[in-house]
């Protein structure tokens, strides 16, 4: 009798032990969706939002397998093949161990899959040397000379783009394979200058604006190739020449900075700055362009020991001087006058900083919290009248309005006007602002955004489709543009009332990820990503006469 009733409860309670746990698997995958949604809603960082779905991935294809073997009556055979075998994959595709890679976007969002040799830049060939080049060396009143052009946002005032586009479309003038890297032009004549990474080479070169043939370059035998943590910022250099005078200032991903002659690609001096200052790179390459101050050119290198900001002298490449203790971040330095002083405003890692344009003494410095190696501060830092400073950067920290005082002395101030709360405004995560008739613009995330100067006031934000991902921004008259991380040219009109799309055009495929900025002398706007570079000639309104380049 006992051995019946023991029997009949083994049959009763091996149906409950094979459905223990039933509710796990929706538990197990739901719990981080249901927060990563919640970010989501809350407009916070869609990074992280996709981060926590790519761990819900992996960790959701483990306890998947643990539950199949543990809590079902499958057959060992289903589980291998269902349960372990999906996880291997993705663990070992997560650890960057299988044939195929997974291309990711700014936000670590999922934009398609390629070979992990996918290495275009290496099939490019050094361009060949030309035989004492010297290009005819004549400036514009366009000329569009650095990073961001020629002031403290990209902008070009004195041009107004005729904006239908169906009846006077931009005309292609060139489109062709580039090295890697996030470099834009900077143009002054006929000619732009970048940087660019083939094979295990890092170059300079300068083009023909109108041809896009190469007329110089200089090259240096290096290659930044982030891995492990850094590989999403793929390779390449980061930083855009500054072209001053007759020379052309440029500084590498690996830290070396060059002075070339503008005409020949010649090398007048050079630094290994890294090395010669003690410091060292930074997760994602160095990225900040070089600054011309009168004679000096400045560069952001990390170095410790009041070697974080370095001033060498144009002409001869010595130190002129050397400040301060903070790692680099992705900005790149700025001057401007605050308080009555000339400074130098750079966003360090931590901190925003100042130092004397002349010795670089240290006057005041902002806590603005980053990580080169993390949340990383990439936007620039904008002066603007009545001694206030502009910060703007992404990861939720968003944005805020500094007043800068200095009425004792060295004593110096810096109050925020207004900054983030629990909705923060202009999360600039790669890119910059721009500001007209007292209103910032930016893309905040993803989505681009108009706030009120004086208050941080938000006036508007566009959600588009295809989006403008963490693309790139620059006002040109009364409209801006907009290279988007998917690459497309997007016109939008400059106004503060509303959103209101005025042209658009595709120019690099989105399978492709475009950081770079785009760089505009009238008429001619040139656009590159890490794959290819082209030239359009933008229709310009007849009432503004445009110099075009002869």
């Known amino acids: 009798m006992d051995e019946i009733d023991n029997e009949a409860t083994s049959q009763t309670t091996a149906p409950t032990s094979s459905i223990r746990l039933k509710w796990f698997p929706i538990l197990w995958i739901g719990t981080p969706v249901a927060v990563a949604l919640t970010i989501k809603a809350l407009e916070g960082d869609p990074g992280l939002t996709n981060s926590i779905l790519h761990v819900t991935v992996v960790l959701g294809a483990l306890g998947l397998t643990w539950w199949m073997f543990r809590c079902t009556n499958l057959s060992r055979k ?20 299988t044939p195929i890679e997974m291309v990711l976007d700014g936000d670590v969002g999922l934009v398609g899959f390629r070979s992990r040799w996918h290495t275009p830049d290496k099939n490019l060939s050094k361009p060949e040397a030309v035989t004492e ?12 000379p650095r990073f961001l052009g020629n002031g403290y946002w990209a902008e070009v005032a004195d041009v107004q783009l005729e904006t239908d586009w ?33 094979g295990d080479n890092e170059l300079v070169t300068c083009y023909d604006v109108k041809t896009g043939d190469i007329l110089w370059s200089h090259s240096d035998p290096v290659r930044w190739d982030p891995g492990g943590a850094g590989s999403l910022g793929y390779s390449g250099p980061r930083a855009t020449p500054t072209v001053h005078g007759d020379k052309v200032f440029a500084q590498g991903a690996t830290g070396i900075l060059n002075c070339l002659e503008a005409r020949t690609g010649k090398v007048v001096w050079s630094h290994d700055t890294l090395a010669k200052h003690d410091a060292t790179n930074v997760l994602w390459g160095k990225s900040c362009s070089p600054l011309i ?26 130190v002129r001087w050397a400040s301060g203790e903070y790692q680099s971040s992705y900005a790149s330095p700025i001057v401007a006058e605050i ?85 923060t405004v202009l999360k600039t995560k790669f890119g910059n602002v721009v500001l007209r008739d007292g209103y910032v613009y930016g ?78 002398a009238a008429p001619y706007l040139l656009v590159r990503n890490a794959e290819e570079a082209a030239c359009y000639e933008l229709p310009i309104k007849e009432t503004v006469e445009v110099a075009k380049v002869n």
Not at 133 to 144: E, T, V
Not at 293 to 304: A, K, L, P, R, T
Not at 471 to 492: H, N, P, R, T, Y
């Open 339 to 423: 308080g009555g002083v000339r400074q130098v405003v750079t966003v360090d890692e931590n901190f925003a900083t100042a130092r004397r344009a002349d010795n670089g003494e240290p006057i005041w410095e902002f806590p603005w919290p980053s990580s080169s190696g993390g949340e990383a501060a990439v936007s620039q830092p904008i002066p603007l009248p009545g001694d206030r400073l502009f910060l703007s950067k992404g990861y939720g920290v968003g944005s805020t309005l500094l007043q800068i005082t200095n009425d004792e002395g060295d004593d110096w101030q810096l109050d925020p006007v207004w900054s983030g709360g629990i909705k």
């Open 443 to 520: 893309i905040d995330d993803v989505n681009l955004q108009c706030v009120e100067l004086e208050t941080g006031k938000k006036q508007w934000k566009k959600r588009r489709r295809p989006n403008f991902g963490h693309g790139q921004i620059m006002l040109i008259g009364d409209a801006i543009l907009v290279l988007s991380e998917g690459g497309e040219v997007i016109l939008v009109e400059a106004s503060p009332q509303k959103y209101r799309e005025l042209a658009s055009m595709r120019v690099f495929d989105d399978s492709q990820i475009t950081w770079n900025n785009p760089a505009f």
């Open 166 to 198: 169906q009846a006077r479309p931009p005309r292609k003038l060139w489109q062709k394979k580039i090295g890697a890297g996030w470099s834009a032009f900077a143009i002054v004549g006929n000619y732009a200058f970048t940087q660019e990474q083939r």
């Open 78 to 97: 289903i589980c291998l093949l269902f349960g372990v075998v999906p996880s291997v994959l993705l663990v070992a595709q997560y650890a960057q161990l």
């Open 293 to 318: 101050i009168d004679d000096m050119v400045i560069v952001s290198v990390g170095g410790m020991q009041n070697q974080s900001v370095v001033a060498y002298d144009v002409e001869s490449g010595e």
């Open 133 to 144: 080049p010297s290009i005819d060396w004549q400036s514009s009143p366009n000329d569009y």
